[in-house]
Structure formats: structure tokens, C-alpha cells
């Protein structure tokens, strides 16, 4: 990859840092010059971040794409958040609300959730349909790291 860079956002002030994966642990937010961190918790992932936050993103990204009506989904979030912590730096996980964002959700005909969608290299790697235990989840998403 000629490319190892990721995009996060600060924590701090919101703004979208590119920041070198070489140089990470000292990376500063570009506007408040705040100290930069791999994310622990999933992002929020909508049709307007989806291009930048998951499609040109270098580290492999997992897509939650759930709605606050299924109790799957809220079954599979702590997991989720888990997920995160563990793989903070290697990985990133994103949450899509497929009621707010439906055009998306359609594109990747997203037809039951919850769905975890894997990508990689701006590519749909994996397709998880249903609630998961951590292990599955971990073992599709470390292939990929
Ligand atoms: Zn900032």
C-alpha cells in the first residue's frame, strides 16, 4: 500500500485529521492541535462520511448497518464496542443507521439487520447477516488486518 495513512476524527474538536500510520502516536488535530487517538468506540457512519470514513480508508473498516427499533442490533452493540477497543489502530468500526441513511443501506442491499459489512481497500469484503458472538466477528475481521 503506497498510501498508510487514515483518516480520524479528533475528539476534541470533530474536525477529520489525514494522520501517517507510521507517525500515529503523535499525530496532533491540524485545527485545535489537540493529541490525536485511534478511535476505542464505533464511529458514526452516514451517506455523507461514507466515501471518506470507509471507502478511502487504509485500515479495514467493519459497518454496522442497524436501526434503534431491533433488538439484535442493540444485542450486538456491546460486542461492537469491544470490538473496537481490541482493535483500535488496526481496525475501524463504523455504525450506519440504515433509517437515516436508506440510500446507502440500498446500495449494499442491506435487507435484514443487523449486517456487518467488511471493507477493505475501498471493497465489500465480507457480509455478516445476524447477531454475532465476538469470536465470529473477530475471526472475519482479523483475515483482513
Ligand atoms: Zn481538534
Known sequence: MADKSQIIACENC???NRIS???KDKAICGKC????YFPTKPIEITGANFNLMVE???LPVLVDFWATWCPPCRMIAPILDEVAR???GKAMIGKLDVDANQITAGRFRVQ?????LIFKGGKQ???IVGLQTKEAILQKLK???
Open 14 to 16: 470533530g474536525t477529520k
Open 21 to 23: 500510520l507510521e507517525n
Open 33 to 36: 492541535k489537540e493529541k490525536l
Open 56 to 58: 478511502k480508508s487504509t
Open 86 to 88: 481490541e482493535l483500535s
Open 112 to 116: 435484514s439487520i443487523p449486517t456487518l
Open 125 to 127: 469484503v465480507e457480509r
Open 143 to 145: 483475515k483482513h488486518l
